[in-house]
């Protein structure tokens, strides 16, 4: 089946600084990208759709100029936690659809941990 | 507003009893309703899905228009069920961007 990965699996950084998290589909060419944040015993809340070389779109209230998501290629997408902070800690998955499998089912990646100390 | 709603955080039954779990969700348009899964340390993956009207590891889940929910049915639950259950909604058909609003999830124990 279709597989995403996502690296790393888990950061720690100390505040102020920024994180990269990347998000691959590594056996389907991904039209489309998802990023979603989940904190501890909840929901799984969509940050932002990625569309391969266009720009990406951001939900209501998620900071787009703190949350950069690039998606360059069919096959990665980036998230890039910019001047992190303790708030930003939570478990970051990415899942993606594209062109393999029914149309618009999502393939998730493992989550990447991130706490900001 | 579109909205998914699975009222129940934890259900825990003994194995072999039947378990349902519940979604209602409110929207607008055509939907297309999903369940997901989460194995302990595992990621997110499909269960299945309203228009393939199939039955997976036992399970099925017919979708309810006049009372808007999508429960989820087993009738003899396994240990191996006990996982984490998330209701999902999406657009269905053209103008499909793919983005899934997910419910609060539910947590399957099936007890010895």
């Known amino acids: 089946g279709a597989v995403v990965s996502q690296h790393p699996s888990w950061v720690i950084c100390k505040s102020g600084t920024s994180v990269k998290i990347e998000c691959r589909s590594l056996?389907?060419?991904?039209?489309?990208m998802f990023w979603y944040r989940q904190f501890p015993k909840q929901s799984l809340m969509l940050m932002a759709t990625?569309?391969?070389?266009?720009?990406?779109?951001?939900e209501q209230g998620v900071e787009k100029d703190k949350f950069l998501i690039n998606h360059a290629s069919l096959t990665l997408s980036t998230l890039t936690v910019t001047s992190a902070h303790p708030e930003d800690s939570s478990f970051y998955i990415c899942?993606?659809?594209?062109?393999?499998?029914?149309?618009?089912?999502?393939?998730f990646g493992p989550g990447t941990r991130l706490t900001v100390t | 507003a579109q909205r998914v709603t699975q009222p129940e955080k934890l259900l825990s039954v003994f194995k072999g009893a039947p378990v349902e779990l519940k979604c209602n969700y409110s929207?607008?348009?055509?939907?297309?309703l999903f369940w997901y899964v989460q194995y302990s340390r595992q990621r997110l993956q499909l269960l299945l899905r309203?228009?393939s009207r199939e039955s997976i590891k036992g399970f099925t889940a017919d979708l309810n228009k006049g009372e808007t929910s999508f429960h989820l049915k087993k009738p003899f639950a396994q240990e191996e069920d006990s996982a984490m259950y998330y209701c999902?909604?999406?657009?269905?058909?053209?103008?499909?961007?793919?983005?899934?609003?997910f419910g609060q999830g539910t947590t399957l124990q099936v007890k010895p």
């Open positions: 899942s993606a659809t594209g062109l393999a499998g029914p149309s618009y089912e999502q393939y």
């Open positions: 056996d389907f060419q991904a039209t489309t």
């Open positions: 990625s569309n391969e070389g266009s720009k990406a779109t951001y």
């Open positions: 929207y607008s348009g055509s939907p297309e």
């Open positions: 309203h228009i």
């Open positions: 999902a909604l999406s657009r269905y058909g053209s103008g499909n961007t793919g983005k899934l609003i």
